[in-house]
């Protein structure tokens, strides 16, 4: 077990590491890789009403990953952390050149983590309720 748990907590931290330098960097890196194209972002889905899909699914994952990671330990951190650094990447955009800050991009990141802190306190609260 302490090994699954250590495989996910790397997982987290790379995926962690590998989102930070997808946002921070001047241009588009998946665009450059699959269309040889910096200033194309690919597009899983279409965008959900006012959040970016993309943006959505990115934070939902690694909410996710922290989540299998920590558990009940620190889980009060975790989500701090990942909530300031769903809005923090985000702002970057406004000073990052060839980068563009918006809001379904700011509110897709903040619905990936919000989604999955609603799932952990309904399934924290179904577990309280049935071991009464």
């Not at 077990?1 to 930070?20: A, E, G, P, S």
């Amino acid at each position: 077990m302490k090994k699954i748990t250590l495989l996910t907590k790397i997982t987290f931290h790379v995926f962690n590491l590998c989102l930070v330098t997808l946002y921070l960097y001047p241009g588009s890196i998946l665009g450059w890789i699959i269309y040889n194209d910096f200033q194309k972002q690919p597009q899983i889905t279409s965008d959900f009403f006012v959040f970016s899909s993309n943006h959505t699914y990115a934070f939902t994952i690694l909410s996710l990953l922290g989540l299998f990671s920590y558990k009940d330990k620190k889980i009060v951190i975790l989500f701090s952390y990942l909530f300031f650094i769903s809005i923090a990447l985000e702002l970057s955009h406004i000073i990052i050149p060839n980068r563009n800050f918006e809001y379904s991009d700011f509110f897709g990141n903040f619905f990936g983590v919000l989604l999955v802190l609603i799932f952990f306190n309904i399934f924290k609260f179904l577990k309280i309720v049935n071991e009464k």
